[in-house]
């Protein structure tokens, strides 16, 4: 071994623990300069290296941007669901019937917690990890190791240990709420739709055909079941705490005694469960003898020897302290209870929206009322009551603002919506910093280094008062913004730079024109190619492009009508942004699927779906996302949900696979 070879060696083992260390533990040794410094020593070595590259490194962990299929494989065994409970009587029926299916032996209750993720099954030989295998249907799952690599808490390479030479651990992949609340935030300004709950949210991201996207999102995972030939152990309990000595992290577990024993746990986790980092939905009862789990056997779909239990949604009361109204970026002004802080779902929620005047109305809500909010796996926690009991004698209903609460300007209620709006557009505030806030969005021109609280502070400092102001901006100019150093301000200056290469399709979603998001964004820019076409045309003829309509057309054509919004557009122009289709993309459109409507269901071995979406679209076709009798036909890969398959059977719908899809094409 040369000296490279071990000096890579001896900073990968390194790095594994202290991830453990970090990850699992929650106990670091180093300092993060100090991980990071050994971090980067280890690239350069192995930059510099590459014989000795190692997929399983540590350097793996930011994941790859390289778009893959996802490949189907059969679990060795299969993965079961459990049977769910929702009150303590039914999981003393469940542990009387184990009892009596047993002939009345004795038996250890074993009670752990049910985090709310999606299932994983991981398989690791001679102490590496080699496959990371989705639940799937239970026979086989995605093959989505490329992206669990990602996730810190998860072992690559096993410490020394007593773990046999193959086994599969079994667990949920999760995302912690401060994790996820970040991602809904920033799916809300970007108007992407918001995941429900952290156990969508985690099993979106780990289907995501973009590694380092999922390396940036930060997942997490806990295990609480392992398999082998052969075990340490003869019992459930000691099993998993081996498991936890191997390095992973492993669910909370408790041996219970008796029947009392458990409804004890149940209620101390029903409270304690609101403290947690991430969600949980319930608690599992399983027997611990594993002699006694072969004894009872499974039914077609479920373990007789473990139970669920379920927790009812969560609801609390709280006093309404008084309502804001807030302005968003096109005007609309959206109502936000202030509430006394309330702990629900292990987060702390101070905040609630009200939506509309129409829903205020509805609730009948009145000034400091007790309201019941309730979040129950939803991310935007809401008001869904009122304690009426509780209402103080002289309290008024609310009323609904009729002037902008930060410019004055008088509301104009929008025809047959309930929204009301500020029309004062190039003036107030709150709409100008909140178009640029949107400008710079991920999905919208991509500037790095500009979040809300930048916009705000460009805006507030007079260096940018338009979106066409920011390509006049400087590095010097920016550092004159408070706690804005050198390396932020080249980091901002750089992203505006490569903005000019982004598509005129994102441009036009960037130019926040009322009702244009980023589907009709897609559908205009193929339809009229430029901008100044775009600005030329009339209500009727907008209106005539698929799936534009009046209401769109009347708000393109108000957008530009606008001298301002014009000014805007051609400083941007000038500045270099695109503002037409290129030629190379004009090139490849085609009308071949026009008039197509196509639903997407399954893996795919040739295109991944994001992929596949963009060919429908770059040949006239439309993406819908539910089968109906006006779809044209299904694109299906493998592994195509056997509900969508019912429903295109039964309505007659073409199903058409990649191959024949491609052929169409071609």
């Known amino acids: ?162 773990y046999p030479d193959k086994f599969e651990v079994r667990g949920e992949i999760l995302l912690s709420w401060k994790n996820f609340e970040r991602i809904n935030e ?87 469960r609101k403290n947690l980092p991430v969600a949980t939905d319930g608690l599992v009862f ?54 006394e802080p309330v702990l629900l779902s292990g987060t702390v929620v101070k905040r609630a929206s009200l939506h509309n005047e129409d829903v205020i109305r509805s609730l009948d809500i009145h000034d400091h009322d007790m309201v019941y909010v309730e979040k129950g796996g939803e991310i935007i926690p809401k008001i869904v009551g009122v304690d009426t009991k509780q209402r103080e004698p002289d309290s008024c209903p609310l009323e609904f603002v009729r002037n902008c609460p930060r410019c004055g300007a008088e509301l104009v209620r929008v025809e047959g919506e309930a929204a009301w709006v500020c029309p004062n557009k190039d003036h107030c505030p709150p709409q100008i910093a909140g178009r640029i806030e949107h400008f710079v969005g991920r999905r919208m021109m991509n500037i790095d280094g500009i979040g809300e609280e930048v916009a705000v502070a460009l805006y507030e400092n007079g260096l940018v008062r338009d979106v066409a102001d920011l390509y006049d901006l400087t590095a010097d100019r920016v550092m004159t913004l408070p706690h804005f150093q050198k390396k932020a301000a080249s980091r901002l200056i750089n992203g505006i730079r490569a903005s000019l290469e982004v598509p005129f399709e994102r441009v036009l979603f960037a130019l926040s024109i009322p009702f244009v998001g980023e589907t009709t964004a897609k559908v205009l820019a193929r339809n009229v190619h430029s901008i100044d076409r775009l600005m030329a045309m009339n ?49 490849n459109v085609t009308t071949k699927l026009e008039g197509k409507k196509i639903v997407i269901s399954g893996v795919f071995a040739r295109h991944s779906r994001d992929e596949y979406k963009a060919i429908i679209e770059q040949n006239g076709g439309k993406n819908v996302s539910s089968i109906s009798k006006a779809t044209s036909f299904i694109l299906a890969g493998d592994n195509m949900g056997p509900s969508k398959l019912e429903k295109a059977q039964s309505l007659g719908i073409p199903i058409v696979n990649e191959d024949e899809f491609m052929a169409m094409l071609e």
């Not at 390396?215 to 079941?225: E, H, P, Q, V």
């Open 1 to 162: 071994m040369d000296l490279f070879e071990e000096r890579i060696k001896y900073l990968r083992a390194e790095l594994n623990k202290h991830n453990y260390n970090y990850y699992v533990l929650n106990t670091p040794t180093v300092s993060d300069y100090e991980f990071d410094a050994m971090l980067r020593e280890l690239q350069e070595l192995e930059a510099a290296n590459p014989q000795y590259y190692d997929p399983l490194s540590p350097t793996q962990r930011v994941g790859s941007d390289i778009s893959q299929g996802f490949v189907q494989v059969r679990h060795e065994r299969p993965m079961m669901s459990l049977s769910n409970s929702y009150s303590i009587g039914e999981v003393q029926d469940f542990l009387r019937r184990a009892k009596e299916g047993l002939g009345g032996e004795p038996i250890e209750i074993v009670g752990e917690m049910k985090y709310d993720g999606t299932s994983i099954s991981l398989t690791y030989e001679h102490g590496r990890l080699v496959r990371a295998v989705t639940r799937g249907d239970g026979v086989q799952g995605d093959d989505v190791t490329a992206n669990v690599i990602t996730i810190k808490s998860i072992p690559l390479q096993l410490q020394p240990g007593n």
């Open 186 to 272: 920033e799916r809300q300004f970007n108007e992407e739709p918001l995941f429900a709950n952290p156990r969508n949210a985690a099993a979106g991201t780990l289907k995501l055909q973009n590694s380092a996207e999922v390396a940036r999102r930060g997942l997490d995972a806990c295990f609480y079941f392992v398999l082998a030939d052969k075990l340490p152990y003869d019992n459930h309990f000691q099993n998993m705490q081996a498991v936890k000595a191997w390095g992973f992290k492993v669910a909370d577990m408790t041996m219970l005694p008796s029947i009392d024993a458990v409804n004890d746990f149940i209620q101390y986790w029903d409270g304690e």
């Open 286 to 339: 399983k027997l611990n003898s594993m002699n006694q789990w072969m004894n009872l056997g499974s039914t077609a779909k479920s373990p007789r020897w473990a139970i669920a239990y379920k927790f009812a949604p969560e609801r609390q009361a709280t006093r309404l302290k008084y309502v804001s109204f807030e302005v968003g970026r096109t005007g609309v002004i959206t109502p936000v209870a202030n509430l």
């Open 539 to 587: 209500e009727m003829e907008l209106a005539l492009i698929p799936d534009i309509g009046e209401k769109i057309a009347g708000s393109i054509v108000e957008f530009f009508a606008n001298p301002e919004n014009v000014r805007i557009v051609e400083r941007l122009r000038s500045a270099g942004v695109q503002m037409a289709v290129s030629e190379e993309t004009l090139a």
